[in-house]
């Protein structure tokens, strides 16, 4: 099965997440007295991809590189790093094992920490608020590198992992077993909007698909 046919799938799993082919909605809001903002407006892939490239190639991120691999320095695998991490991981130009070896140890790294669990709004009604729309570009990029980062949200070891060419998702007390058996060529990752994540647990710490 192709991978746009897994990304299509999960985002169809995970419920309430806008999903295309070359696009992906920010549609997350900020709250005033007054009104609660939501930006509407909608992050290409190639935009994506542009963000990742960007940070991979910034002295922050080739430092942390340089030190995990020479000095075995962690603080790449810091929350606040998040982000700097996953253009790592995504990236063509560094090697399997690499990727493998930081996935591994940010895995071991993240059961260290507490799980972030959601308060159930499930029969709840929703806070009464004035909504205003806007359409921030500017707005979507910085909180699109901030969900990566997002303690709460983003944890390695209660990622929903699949292997694409295996057709399976992995449970948590074997996905370390499973990396090092296998062999990686590709990784893809996908935060849920906090505002999703508070109503569905599902892939609620990150969804991370392994070619």
Do not use: C, W
């Amino acid at each position: 099965m192709k991978i746009k046919t897994y990304i299509f799938t999960f985002f169809i799993l995970l419920s309430g997440i806008a999903f295309g082919q070359d696009t992906l909605l920010v549609n997350d809001f900020q709250k005033t007295d007054k009104f609660k903002y939501i930006n509407e407006y909608v992050i290409k892939q190639t935009e994506r991809d542009s963000i990742f490239n960007s940070v991979f190639s910034d002295d922050k991120t080739q430092q942390l590189l340089k030190s995990y691999t020479t000095e075995n320095n962690e603080d790449v695998l810091l929350v606040e790093n998040q982000f700097n991490l996953v253009s790592i991981l995504i990236s063509d130009l560094i090697s399997a094992e690499t990727k493998k070896s930081l996935l591994i140890n940010k895995i071991k790294f993240d059961q260290k920490r507490t799980l972030f669990i959601p308060p159930d709004y499930k029969g709840y009604p929703l806070e009464k608020q004035k909504i205003k729309k806007i359409n921030s570009k500017e707005l979507a990029i910085t909180d699109f590198i901030k969900s990566y980062n997002d303690e709460r949200f983003v944890n390695f070891s209660g990622m929903l992992m699949v292997f694409s060419r295996k057709d399976e998702i992995i449970a948590v007390d074997k996905k370390i077993d499973r990396i090092q058996k296998n062999k990686i060529k590709k990784l893809h990752f996908f935060i849920m909007p906090k505002s999703t994540a508070i109503y569905s647990k599902k892939g609620i710490y990150g969804v991370l698909i392994i070619e």
